[in-house]
């Protein structure tokens, strides 16, 4: 039986970045194909040229053992192929039968396309358990269950071959594992499930196949039952790396930063925060677990002093800080430095050169110039020294920020408010599009300033950053916490339930 | 994803802006074709008329240092993530400021009227410009729309005052009676005259050293300064300049007032340097040619004296054009600048795309 697909040296260059040099994939019909790899390593270029958004410089596709040409995503799905992007492409005003219908109306008028939707999705519910109230709006749907409609337009468009672009990541765990049982069942039935991820935990939880991409050409493809996430780690990076960063017991100090009863309300009038009070101890590396959108965003906004908190309060060192103060400048001189969730909204201006970029925040500190002009040599000299430290590549300062990988960015964010000497540090995302090799290296700084004695608030939406990096972790969901555990005595479905809401209190 | 447009810093800046400055009196040639006249010949009058005569020269340099001053106007808005158009309703409140100081002062010494004058003229076009900022940084109003009202309103309060409070009652005419002599910034033919040095008189004067101090301010400001960098951050991401503890709002009516002090410079050249008295629609216009002058020189400061000198070139040519050639109105000239402005502006990245091309493929057949 010929594979369900078969790519056959592909090659595709965006100016002079050879985003994929040959790469042969083959996919067998009615399996789990796990796609892994760094990001920039090729992963979306290729799953983009399979569904038609770019056509390759060279190389063929076959499907099903058919030679076909794709150049658009119209002619993907012609030949039965159907993808779920990681932003979902929805409608959220629209019902799920709309959302359903949409660029497949069948006519001028809607009810016969109307009919068969229905028809045809009570099918699809019957034999794949693939149950949703079909009259909903999309934008009441849970996360979830949006990626569930997103799964149903493509099988309606009759695809047999679907390609799921990182899909559990917006998802709880407890959704993530009816996503998985979703997809063995899809595989029972005879489809094929293309898989791209990052998460070597979900590669080997439900895939049969993996292969691993670096750099653009495709390194290895394996049976999974065959392999182990520290070899297919080393396969991504191209050279061995922990999986996990050693850190000793510690028994943190004095509390650092204390919130109370802190809420947020948000321009549109929503409760985003609700009630939260916690401290953080020198020494300590608090980490707040969530699905992301359950407030940790506006958390730590909020302590930032970038949103004004329409209650409570927050003390530093013992100091309780005014609402007159509680801004990001005063915030930053009173020793509290934040590495943003959103790199490129906030934590750097992608259209500056990085030298630029490394004093955001601090542009008025009297010793970056003279009087109200800026020393560019010496801002520049200064991210030099900082580049050579965090080992980023290149060590280009004059470079435009937007040109570094996820990585370096991140690198250079982190140098700039580390080197600051923080008493607090507040942590976003701070491995998010992050390559496997930098990850290692920022864990292992964040670690060792732990071990100096700052006070670390850690948000992530990786479960297994939270478990690794924390000594005690907080779950938010809906904006309260939901229950606080200390690292060693908890473990991921006890965390999974508290994020899904299930407090100690109810359980 | 679309393919990276990375080009050498010189084709950015010069290549591009001149290949759409090329393609532009292309399309105008085909025009002036089109109503029966010989391209060339056009061609050779509008350059003989703006660069081939001491006079003719005087005036593109004149008209220059006006668009100089409403480029920067625009250009210093534009790095705050601001369209400000209402660079003509700054400067004629910039002429009313340079009337009331000039004529209520008249007691003063030049060396003091003058600063004076030219302070006068900032402070009304800061003024004018910060009302709309205020509005666009606390109420969320489109600046756009509150310029070109401002516009508007600065024209009928200018007649107003004009024809009722600042006329002299004697005159027929809407206008002040004329500034006083020591006020005038000095004709740069007088001032070479005075070393020796002769050269055609024209409207041309003191005031075009200014544009180009001007120039080199906003340089240093936008580029070099503290403050400079957070109108940059909050222009290219607003969201970060909240991060970073910079305030969008307080940055917006800075750039603003700002913008509109620059936009003044028009009213300083125009009147305190050529026209030595307050009279109805001396902006001419100008106030939106600043925009394109800002678009073309990339809202970079030496872009922007290329693009004035560009434009000074279209407006005296044009004019010269337009006399020694009656087919080619004065509308017709309007037409070639506007041609103008839809290449080097709306049609940019048609080009940029196309260079960007060339180069990315020259690299790979050397790689």
């Known amino acids: 039986m010929s594979p369900a697909i078969q790519l056959i040296a592909i090659n595709k260059s965006f100016g002079a970045v050879h985003a994929n040099r040959h790469v042969n994939l083959s996919v067998e019909r009615g399996t789990i194909h796990g796609i892994v790899g760094e990001n920039g390593a090729g992963k979306s270029t290729l799953m983009s040229i399979l569904y038609g958004f770019y056509e390759a ?33 929805l409608v959220e005003p629209l019902s799920v039968v709309e959302n ?10 809607l009810r016969v396309g109307e009919a068969m939707v229905r028809a045809e999705l009570a099918r699809l519910a019957k034999d794949y358990g693939l149950e949703i109230d079909v009259d909903a709006t999309v934008g009441d749907l849970s996360v979830g269950l949006q990626q569930r409609v997103e799964i149903l337009k493509a099988l309606y468009r009759g695809a047999d071959i679907l390609i799921l672009d990182e899909p559990t990541a917006v998802l709880t765990p407890p959704e993530a594992d009816a996503l998985f049982g979703l997809l063995r069942s899809l595989k029972e039935q005879g489809k094929t499930v293309i898989l791209i991820t990052h998460k070597l935990r979900e590669i080997m939880a439900i895939t049969d196949r993996v292969s691993v991409m670096r750099r653009g050409e495709m390194v ?13 780690a080393e396969l991504m990076v191209g050279r061995r790396v922990l999986l996990r960063v050693e850190k000793a017991e510690k028994i943190p100090g004095a509390p650092l930063l204390e919130v109370d009863n802190l809420s947020v309300i948000d321009a549109r009038g929503v ?18 677990a969530g699905v992301a959108g359950n407030g940790q965003s506006e958390l730590l906004e909020a302590i930032a002093g970038m949103r004004h908190p329409a209650l409570g309060s927050i003390r530093l060192e013992g100091q309780t800080i005014h609402s007159s103060e509680h801004n990001p400048h005063r915030m930053r001189q009173l020793g509290l430095l934040h590495v943003p969730e959103d790199r490129l909204r906030m934590g750097l201006v992608p259209a500056f050169p990085a030298f630029e970029s490394a004093i955001l925040g601090f542009s008025d500190e009297p010793h970056l110039g003279r009087g109200p002009i800026l020393d560019h040599d010496r801002l520049i000299a200064d991210l030099a020294k900082k580049m050579e430290q965090y080992d980023v590549r290149p060590p280009a300062p004059r470079l435009k920020s937007s040109k570094f990988s996820g990585g370096n960015q991140q690198k250079i964010v982190l140098a700039r408010e580390i080197e600051r000497n923080p008493r607090v540090l507040l942590v976003g995302q701070p491995t998010r599009g992050v390559d496997i090799g930098a990850i290692e290296f920022i864990h292992r700084r964040l670690i060792s300033l732990r071990d100096a004695g700052v006070a670390i608030l850690l948000v992530s939406v990786e479960l297994d950053e939270i478990m690794n990096l924390s000594d005690r972790i907080l779950t938010m969901c809906g904006g309260r916490i939901t229950g606080e555990r200390r690292a060693s005595e908890t473990n991921e479905q006890d965390l999974g339930l508290l994020m899904a809401g299930v407090t100690d209190e109810a359980a | 994803m679309s393919a990276p447009l990375d080009l050498p810093k010189w084709a950015d800046t010069v290549l591009v802006p001149a290949i759409s400055v090329v393609a532009a009196f292309l399309v105008a040639g085909l025009v002036v074709l089109a109503i029966g006249e010989n391209p060339l010949t056009a061609t050779r009058y509008l350059l003989q008329g703006s660069l081939g005569t001491g006079e003719g020269l005087g005036f593109t340099l004149f008209y220059m240092t006006d668009f100089i001053f ?3 106007a625009v250009a210093v808005a534009y790095h705050a993530g601001l369209f400000n158009i209402g660079g003509e309703g700054q400067a004629t409140l910039a002429g009313l400021g340079i009337a009331l100081v000039l004529n209520n002062l008249t007691f003063l010494p030049g060396f003091l009227l003058i600063p004076l004058g030219i302070l006068g003229a900032a402070a009304f076009g800061a003024a004018w410009a910060a009302v709309p900022g205020y509005l666009q940084a606390k109420r969320g109003s489109h600046i756009v729309i509150t310029t070109i009202m401002f516009n508007w309103l600065a024209s009928v309060l200018i007649v107003y005052l004009l024809v009722n409070v600042l006329r002299e009652p004697q005159s027929m005419n809407p206008e002040t009676r004329a500034f006083p002599d020591q006020s005038h910034i000095p004709f740069m033919h007088d001032v070479l005259a005075a070393f020796g040095v002769e050269i055609p008189a024209s409207q041309l004067n003191l005031t075009l050293v200014l544009a180009l101090a001007a120039s080199y301010f906003v340089w240093l400001l936008i580029y070099r300064s503290r403050l400079g960098y957070a109108i940059r951050v909050v222009g290219s991401n607003p969201t970060a300049a909240v991060y970073a503890g910079i305030s969008p709002a307080r940055i917006i009516v800075i750039a603003m007032v700002l913008s509109g002090a620059l936009a003044g410079g028009l009213a300083v050249n125009e009147l305190m340097g050529y026209q030595h008295r307050l009279l109805l629609e001396f902006t001419s216009g100008y106030g939106f040619v600043g925009i394109a002058v800002a678009l073309m020189g990339r809202a970079h400061p030496v872009g922007i004296i290329l693009a004035s000198l560009l434009f000074g070139i279209l407006y005296q040519g044009g004019a010269e054009l ?33 260079v960007a091309h060339l180069f990315t493929r020259q690299k790979l057949a050397r790689a």
């Open chain 1, 57 to 89: 410089d060279s190389g063929e596709i076959q499907v099903n053992g058919q030679p076909i040409a794709i150049r658009s995503p119209n002619d993907a799905i012609q030949a039965g192929i159907g993808m779920v992007h990681q932003h979902f492409m």
């Open chain 1, 271 to 288: 409760l985003r925060v609700a009630n939260a009070s916690f401290t953080v101890r020198a020494g300590e590396i608090v980490g707040i």
């Open chain 2, 322 to 354: 337009a006399f020694e050639q009656p087919a080619i109105t004065r509308d017709m000239v309007v037409v070639i600048g506007g041609i103008i402005i839809l290449f080097a502006g709306a049609l940019d990245g048609l080009f940029r795309r196309f």
């Open chain 1, 220 to 232: 290895a493809t394996l049976e999974t039952a065959n392999t182990s996430p520290p070899e297919l």
């Open chain 1, 100 to 109: 359903v219908m949409l660029g497949a109306e069948g006519g001028a008028m």
């Open chain 2, 70 to 72: 409403v480029g920067l």
